[in-house]
């Protein structure tokens, strides 16, 4: 089986601005008990992450609020058209990543 890591805010850690720039060794989302501490430790600041925290979800496709300005604002990652494609088919019942 496939194991592709994923952040809080569902972007593939090889797209993440981040990830590039700081070239970190992500845990991803998908990491439990000591590995998520020391992910949530090595990703203060960021904003997808402390929002997915307040609204007490594990990623942020699993958020009502979905897609919101984080994903749309100035600084998105993603594109309009894929924003608008996930969102269908999040409608849809279609589940993006299996979290713990």
Known sequence: ???????VCGIYCGY???YKRERKNCFGCEWVNEQLRKFRESHKGCAFWECAKEKNVKCCFLCKDFPCQLHYGKEAVYTQEALSMWK???EKGFIFAKLL
Request: hydrophobic share 55%; with cysteine.
């Open 1 to 7: 089986m496939l194991s592709i890591k994923v952040g």
């Open 16 to 18: 993440c601005p981040i």
């Open 88 to 90: 269908e088919l999040m």
